[in-house]
């Protein structure tokens, strides 16, 4: 078991491009998580996916921010024009179940720097 | 909606002593679970407790913590911290629509 694997570990990009971050959960987990990690926000709950379904993204920046599962082995974030303010660590995470009392397993994380 | 607080963001406790990290939430819900998680620098969070009982204790790696559901609490003990401890430990909160939902973090700095 390799754990959630994020990709890559680091990205630097110019304001105003596009940032595609890469998360692939631990096989046969059906709930997916997204989260942004700032030492002022702390761990700040972006979206969340079950069974590929889009869930809950009441987090998610709407104008600039969007996330997809287009099948159970990955997701993708995607920030376009981004700005010096979305530079933080992307985490994402994966549950065996959907709900309850069932661990939630982190990735390392992407740190985006946005120059 | 739901919420966590952890009122503390920063505890510095001498090696040996005892400590207590405050967690309280906010929920409509009543089938709810509730975890700490621990993360240490550069590494990603990791589960250190979990529970959906109210008034049972739960214990692993030395910590423990109750669930209060009358005091909407789950705060976190250690009789005896170790500087290995020194840690960012985060409150969170799963309800029954499958949200994890964190409180800002507590960072536990042990001193010799």
């Known amino acids: 078991n390799a754990g959630v694997i994020q990709t890559p570990r680091h990205k630097v990009t110019g304001k105003g491009q596009e940032a595609t971050l890469w998360c692939e959960p631990i096989s046969g987990h059906s709930a997916v998580f997204w989260y942004r990690q700032t030492i002022v926000q702390g761990l700040e709950f972006l979206t969340y996916?079950?069974?590929?379904?889009?869930?809950?993204d009441s987090g998610m920046p709407k104008e600039r921010f969007s996330a997809q599962m287009p099948n159970q082995s990955h997701s993708t974030l995607k920030i376009q024009s981004t700005q010096p303010q979305d530079s933080a660590v992307y985490l994402c995470a994966s549950s065996l179940a959907g709900r309850g009392n069932t661990e939630v397993f982190f990735g390392k994380g992407t740190r985006l720097t946005v120059v | 909606g739901d919420s966590v607080t952890q009122t503390e963001g920063l505890v510095t406790v001498t090696e040996g002593l005892p400590v207590m990290l405050n967690c309280t939430y906010q929920?409509?819900?009543?089938?709810?679970?509730f975890f700490w998680y621990v993360q240490y620098l550069n590494e990603a969070p990791k589960l250190l407790l979990r529970?959906?009982?109210?008034?049972k204790r739960t214990e692993h790696q030395g910590f423990h913590a109750t669930l209060h559901k009358s005091s909407s609490s789950f705060h976190l003990q250690k009789s005896s911290v170790q500087l290995s401890d020194s840690a960012l430990y985060y409150c969170?909160?799963?309800?029954?629509?499958?949200?994890?939902?964190f409180g800002d973090g507590t960072v536990l700095t042990v001193k010799p």
């Open positions: 969170a909160l799963r309800t029954n629509t499958g949200k994890l939902t």
């Open positions: 929920t409509a819900y009543s089938d709810v679970a």
């Open positions: 529970s959906s009982t109210d008034n």
């Open positions: 996916f079950r069974n590929q379904a889009p869930i809950d």
